[in-house]
């Protein structure tokens, strides 16, 4: 399984990127999308999820600011990223296969390499 993911850049405070990330490898239609972030120093957080049934759910941060789709045809997600801010610099990292519990999301076993995103103020 591959995750290949695309998109990263340097932007200034207020813009805009949009990140894809393409699956091999495996049926990525049957199971959750998601992006993820780490900032230097900072822990991996959740971005935004895509279900394998379409669902999406943004992190409360990320709320009116990003958007995350998939083309299952593709097997890609995509994450649009508007308004960005300078605390938004991270490397995000596509994963595959996590699943939703009542404690929150796990992510799954297949992991890209990430992508960096840099805002500058």
């Known amino acids: 399984v591959q995750l290949q993911a695309s998109g990263g850049g340097s932007v200034q405070n207020g813009g805009s990127l949009t990140l894809s990330c393409t699956a091999s490898?495996?049926?990525?239609?049957?199971?959750?999308m998601a992006w993820y972030r780490q900032a230097p120093e900072k822990e991996r957080e959740l971005v935004a999820v895509s279900n394998a049934r379409g669902t999406t759910k943004v992190s409360d941060f990320a709320k009116g600011r990003f958007a995350i789709s998939r083309d299952n045809s593709k097997s890609t997600v995509a994450l649009q990223m508007d308004s960005l801010k300078p605390e938004d610099t991270a490397v995000y990292l596509c994963?595959?296969?996590?699943?939703?519990?009542?404690?929150?999301?796990?992510?799954?076993?297949?992991w890209g390499r990430g992508t960096l995103v840099t805002v500058s103020s």
């Open positions: 490898g495996i049926d990525a239609d049957n199971y959750a």
């Open positions: 994963n595959v296969g996590g699943y939703w519990h009542r404690s929150g999301f796990t992510s799954g076993s297949y």
